[in-house]
């Protein structure tokens, strides 16, 4: 079906084994929730690993972090490298070329993000 059979026929949308009346619905549940597209954000400018990630967000748990990167990795948005070759054992994380289909939409996310900032809240500088 091209684009615009998939407008005039709705088909539902079958991901995971659950059913999305739209495409909407479908993208959510691949990037959707408090902390995908935070952890896809921050992908965005190359791969990282665990410790950088959970630096760069830090009021996500470790628990969570893991439990989303594996999420994100079993839907093709980033991958997981392990490198053993010499040790201490080094793990990162980058994004795939699927995963790197999101990034316009992310950063379209960041710029409403920073407008939103500045007209619901504020920005507030931690001490190091």
Known sequence: MDRKELF?????????????????????????GKWKSV????????????????KDIPTITERTLSLQLKQLEVDSLISRKVYTKKPPLKVVYSL???????????????????TAAYEKGEFIELEK
């Open 8 to 32: 005039e026929k709705k088909p539902m949308i079958k991901i995971h084994d659950k059913l999305f009346p739209c495409p909407t619905s479908a993208a959510m549940e691949l990037i959707g």
């Open 39 to 54: 952890i896809l954000t921050h992908l965005i400018d190359g791969e990282k690993r665990y410790n950088e990630l959970r």
């Open 96 to 114: 795939t070329p699927f995963g790197k289909t999101v990034i316009p939409l992310l950063q379209l996310i960041i710029e409403w993000g920073i």
